[in-house]
């Protein structure tokens, strides 16, 4: 089960419904003489006004003291998932090995929302950043839209309010920078932002149907150094990585950061946001997360990544990342284009964003090192896009526990050998023939079973309504029909932005064809090592064993996948492949069946549909039209709106937006001024 969450005054370092002092940025000579009565009402009216235009008019800050380099450094312990491990072993077998969900009953899905959020107007923070800029070199400069502040995050949490008021224990916690005041008495000491509008003495714990809590947590809280060899780094190598990555004004950095939350504050599933991200549907959480499906991705299939790990691409968008994650990914789990992950709330299972991070801890680790983004072109020192890999990570681990099962439990069991004879059976297994295998199209059940099953669990469907004039959010795919990626190329050459291919149509056309030569070959040899050539060597012949095991299993659940039972008891603890896969196979575990079913199960997710939309805003006649438009079509989940505003535009534009702000969620949040 979830942990408990009690306030954040049991909690000496988070800031949550205990009072809270806030410093306001004051003049270092105070007027000492106000020459008369008058004279302070005409200030006092002057201020209000400055307070009604500019949300942003006067900093907040809260003063914190920077965490010990003891208490930065990353837990590297696997977490278990608390909602399965509520399960019972027949349970999971039912699901995994047969795609039965039966009578048992879960919980909705708990989920917290994490946004990271900046003032950039803020002054202190921009001195910071321009003395960061000058002392940094890069090829193209960030522009000022990107750390320009319009308000949204309050809106956006309005409209979280709204969207998430059926959802029970939901919390939002907000990651927020922080600055060095440069005080000689206190060096340690930092100033981390508030929103100015946040009333944090009103805000209350998390309840089942009470009102949302927002938590508060700063960057250097969260900045921790993941240890890449054995033992504890030194306090004097932590300190010396924290001085070289804070204070820090590059969203991929933060982002590196997150599988850091606590898990004792935080919720296993969560959805990170941006300030300028926005709910648009009430929906329920198996729209975002589900117990039986796990999380629900939103790939843009019509642009997919391809590598790059030369460091040469423009660093100052998100391209250089996305390249070098994509080659990273490469690196462990085999070359293929993958799809962008859309630019809007993602949903991830938190245990797994963090495993992610130590499966690849070095480069998290050296994220952090560009202050701006795109400050360190030379890999290995690239930045991690932590939303694309942490994503494409849970589907390559899905990958990964089906390819295992197959080769190294089910047929080299507890020897670990493939002799010519076992080959020969894996290949009739699969459908070859000769020297050949063609896999054909799987038409499978499971995605149009989802209601079904959800209601055998007592759960609501991800749909919001059946008679929307465009389809409303629900699953396109679902990994217990095996790797997404076999089908990608099959899709039309123009796809829709989420197109995903529908396996539960009958068809006998060819996902793929390998040869077994190729494939598999016909010698003995340990079964790990052919494990290893499927997984990343030869990432083709896994795909295409995947398919063809898939297409033998009949229109639902991954049986055929599956070692044979045994009456070993397992053991409790957390048990997963290794992060990083070595060239000998690892000790086999006690109980093949019940480990693959639940390393399987574990890495569950599906694929979803939701109706996004993306405004990039030029100029305040571009964006009123755009808004136009969202107004127009109420199928609309999830709304970006990103500032690209000249200078010259940027008071018109945000008129434009409050005005449309306040009449689409005008109810002031519970913590709100």
């Known amino acids: 089960m979830i942990p408990t969450h009690r306030p954040a005054s049991a909690y000496p370092n988070r800031r949550g419904c205990q009072p809270l002092k806030v410093f306001f940025l004051r003049r270092r000579k105070y007027v000492l003489v106000l020459s008369s009565m008058l004279l302070i009402w005409v200030l006092v009216q002057l201020v209000q006004q400055s307070r009604d235009k500019a949300p942003a008019w006067q900093p907040v800050y809260h003063p914190f003291n920077l965490p010990s380099s003891n208490a930065a450094v990353a837990d590297t312990r696997i977490r278990s998932i ?43 923070h921009y001195k910071a950043r321009q003395k960061a800029l000058a002392n940094i070199t890069v090829n193209r400069k960030p522009k000022e839209a990107r750390f320009r502040e319009h308000d949204e995050l309050r809106y956006s949490l309005r409209s979280v309010r709204k969207a998430t008021s059926s959802w029970k224990y939901t919390a939002v916690h907000l990651v927020t920078a922080d600055i060095n005041p440069e005080d000689p008495s206190n060096p340690d000491g930092r100033l981390g932002l508030v929103p100015q509008w946040l009333n944090m003495d009103s805000i209350l714990p998390r309840s089942e149907d009470g009102p949302m809590p927002v938590y508060l947590h700063h960057d250097s809280e969260l900045f921790h150094l993941i240890p890449t060899g054995p033992g504890k780094p030194s306090s004097e190598k932590v300190y010396a990585w924290r001085n070289k990555t804070l204070p820090t004004f590059n969203s991929h950095a933060i982002e590196s950061q997150l599988p850091n939350l606590d898990p004792e504050l935080v919720s296993e599933n969560i959805i990170t946001l941006n300030d300028d991200n926005f709910l648009m549907l009430e929906l329920p959480p198996s729209a975002y997360h589900s117990p039986l499906y796990g999380p629900v991705i939103l790939f843009q299939t019509d642009r997919l990544i391809v590598s790059d790990d030369t460091g040469t691409l423009d660093g100052s968008s998100e391209l250089r990342s996305l390249a070098w994650s994509n080659h990273l990914l490469d690196e462990r789990f085999g070359a293929r284009r993958r799809p962008y992950v859309m630019h809007n709330a993602r949903a991830f299972s938190l245990p797994l964003l963090h495993e992610a991070s130590l499966a690849f801890g070095q480069y998290f680790s050296a994220t952090p090192l560009s202050h701006i983004r795109g400050a360190i072109n030379t890999p290995p020192d690239l930045e991690v896009n932590m939303i694309f890999l942490g994503s494409h990570f849970v589907v390559e681990r899905h990958r990964e526990a089906l390819l295992w099962s197959w080769i190294v439990a089910k047929w080299g069991s507890t020897n670990g050998m493939l002799d010519p004879a076992d080959k020969d059976k894996m290949w009739e297994e699969l459908g070859g023939t000769s020297d050949r295998l063609r896999a054909l199209w799987p038409g499978r059940t499971s995605r149009i079973e989802v209601t079904h099953h959800m209601h055998q669990a007592g759960i609501r469907e991800p749909f919001s309504d059946f008679n929307a004039s465009q389809p409303r959010p629900q699953y396109a795919f679902v990994s217990g029909d095996g790797y997404i990626h076999s089908y990608l190329p099959i899709i039309p050459d123009t796809p829709s932005t989420r197109h995903v291919p529908d396996l539960a149509v009958l068809s006998n056309n060819i996902v793929c064809e390998i040869s077994r030569q190729e494939c598999l070959g016909f010698e003995a040899e340990p079964a790990w090592d052919l494990f290893k050539r499927a997984l990343a060597e030869q990432p083709s012949c896994g795909d295409c064993f995947i398919s063809a095991l898939v297409r033998a299993s009949g229109r639902q659940g991954l049986d055929i996948f599956l070692p044979p039972a045994t009456n070993t008891t397992p053991s409790h603890h957390v048990e997963t492949l290794p ?81 449309w702000f306040e009449h689409r969620w005008p109810d002031k949040l519970e913590c709100e001024l």
């Open 579 to 659: 992060l990083v896969i070595p060239s000998a196979a690892p000790p086999f575990p006690e109980n093949p069946r019940k480990f693959a079913l639940r390393l399987i199960y574990r890495y569950n997710y599906s694929l979803g549909t939701s109706l996004t939309k993306f405004i990039m805003m030029a100029n305040s006649r571009q964006g009123r039209t755009e808004l136009e438009r969202v107004d127009a079509n109420p199928d609309i989940a999830l709304l970006c709106i990103n500032d690209d505003l000249p200078q010259a535009s940027v008071k018109p534009a945000e008129a434009i937006l409050r005005s």
């Open 82 to 124: 608390a909602s399965q491990a509520t399960l019972s072993d027949d349970c999971v077998e039912q699901w995994i090995a047969h795609g039965i969900w039966g009578s048992y009953k879960v919980d909705e899905s708990r989920i917290d929302l994490i946004y990271t959020w900046v003032n950039g107007s803020d002054p202190l």
